[in-house]
Every structure is written in structure tokens, then in C-alpha cells.
């Protein structure tokens, strides 16, 4: 399988966070929908002012880009719900304001891989691929599906059909 190109690999410590954001959906299911996406997307930048707002006082700068955070609840898999949020990551103390979602981030080593291609749907699944396999044939665990996440990042946007450079991001242990 041809995956976009990996223009970086790298894990690092991002200390607790809490990332904060407009949420599309709550479902039981695991299948990944384009649309909800779109709905999330939308959903969030009703709120860029706010969020840009919070990331002037709460931001972290390393964490700065927009990201669509996915993530479940539960330790049994069929009783977990996914979560989706669209939003930023932030200090774990930042409030949250009326009418958005948050989810405190525990795990605080991640891997995250950095991608260059014609942003469409499919790399998003491609590089979550890419991403997830490259950390687990480095010898790192991605806890599942107590304290599961991950972040698709937008480094330099999240148009569809453009040139972007954008990443994955996950929790890791060693």
C-alpha cells in the first residue's frame, strides 16, 4: 500500500492536556465517515474566535495547529463510545467555554508522524495507518480501548484537494 510521504517520525513528552473543541458526534460505532469530518469542521470554526482566544493565554506551543481529536471511554470495547471533537490541545487547566467539549489528556508521551501529500479523505485513513504501525514496529504500545486517542494535526491547513503538509498524532507507551 502507497501511503503519503512520512516527512517526519518523532516522540516526545506533551506533559497532561486537555483538549478543548466543538464535537460532531457520539456514537457507539467504530467505522471512520467523511461526513462527520465535515460536521466537526464546521461545527468548530463557529468557534476559531473563542479557541484563538484560549490559545493565547492556555495554548502549548508545540501543540498549536487545529487537530480533530478521536477518542473512546471504556475499558470493554463493545460498551466504548468514540468521541469526536475538533479543536486544539491546551494546558490541563484551561476552562472550557459554554457550548464546547473538552477531553482531559492523561498519556503524556505520543508519536507523532508528519505527512506531505494532496489532502482527500483517503489519507486520512492511509496516514492513521502509516502513523499507527510505524509506532508499533518501533517497539511502542498504543493503549486500547481505556485511554485510546488520536489527533489527525493541520499544520498548514485542512483544505481538501490541496498540497498539505499534516499528521497523526497518538499516546504511547513503551
Known amino acids: 500500500m ?12 506533551i506533559g ?41 493565554q492556555y495554548g502549548i506551543e508545540s501543540l498549536k495547529y487545529p487537530c480533530s481529536l478521536v477518542y473512546t471511554d471504556n475499558e470493554k470495547l463493545e460498551e466504548a463510545k468514540v468521541y469526536y471533537i475538533a479543536g486544539h490541545f491546551f494546558r490541563q487547566d484551561t476552562p472550557v467555554p459554554e457550548g464546547l ?33 510505524r509506532i508499533l514496529s518501533d517497539g511502542h504500545f498504543i493503549p486500547y480501548p481505556k485511554g485510546y486517542w488520536n489527533a489527525e494535526v493541520h499544520t498548514t491547513g485542512r483544505t481538501i484537494g490541496e498540497e498539505v503538509d499534516f499528521g497523526y498524532m497518538f499516546p504511547v507507551q513503551s
Open 101 to 133: 467539549q473538552y477531553c482531559d489528556i492523561e498519556t503524556t508521551m505520543v508519536g507523532f508522524a508528519l505527512f506531505h501529500n494532496q489532502h482527500d479523505h483517503k489519507d486520512l485513513e492511509d496516514t492513521y495507518t502509516a502513523t499507527r504501525d
Open 16 to 56: 497532561k492536556t486537555r483538549f478543548i473543541g466543538a464535537a460532531a458526534l457520539f456514537t457507539g460505532g467504530d467505522a471512520w465517515d467523511p461526513e462527520i469530518w465535515v460536521r466537526q469542521w464546521k461545527e468548530a470554526d463557529a468557534y476559531r474566535d473563542t479557541l484563538s482566544n484560549l490559545l493565547g
Open 2 to 13: 502507497a501511503y503519503p510521504e512520512m516527512i517526519e517520525m518523532d516522540y516526545k513528552d
